[in-house]
């Protein structure tokens, strides 16, 4: 779902703009978990133990968020249909393929273990 905000982003803005929609969508998806991290526990805490309405409340925030998505989806289509312009083409060069991750070096792999890492430890600490 990131990838595809990402590109939706990027259609969006330019320049020092896409800097700015570019941090301010990391900010708020990070403002999100964080305070998920807070609110679920308490709303558990607060309704004996149960975790029903936290579960509840998680999954109506999904559906707000998947309406939201579909309405940015239309009226992104809707200002390309305006403005005239198509999807990009993709040639069979830019296309991936499961024996480009082969060329990727050490820091790349290090770095990505330790994101992952990074993410379930810290997912990990607010169950």
Not at 22 to 43: A, C, D, W, Y
Not at 85 to 109: C, H, I, N, Q, R
Request: net charge neutral; with cysteine; aromatic share 16%.
């Amino acid at each position: 779902m990131s990838v595809s905000q990402s590109a939706i982003v990027a259609n969006w803005f330019k320049g020092n703009e896409l800097s700015f929609a570019f941090g301010l969508n990391l900010s708020v998806s990070r403002l999100g978990s964080t305070l998920n991290g807070f609110v679920t526990p308490r709303i558990v805490n607060n309704h004996d133990g149960s975790a029903g309405l936290a579960f509840f409340v998680g999954f109506f925030i999904c559906c707000f968020s998947l309406c939201n998505a579909f309405a940015l989806a239309i009226v992104d289509y809707w200002a390309d249909k305006k403005d005239g312009t198509t999807a990009v083409k993709l040639s069979e060069e830019d296309k991936f393929k499961l024996k480009d991750l082969t060329s990727f070096g050490l820091p790349y792999w290090l770095i990505s273990a330790s994101c992952a890492m990074f993410y379930m430890s810290t997912s990990v600490y607010f169950m």
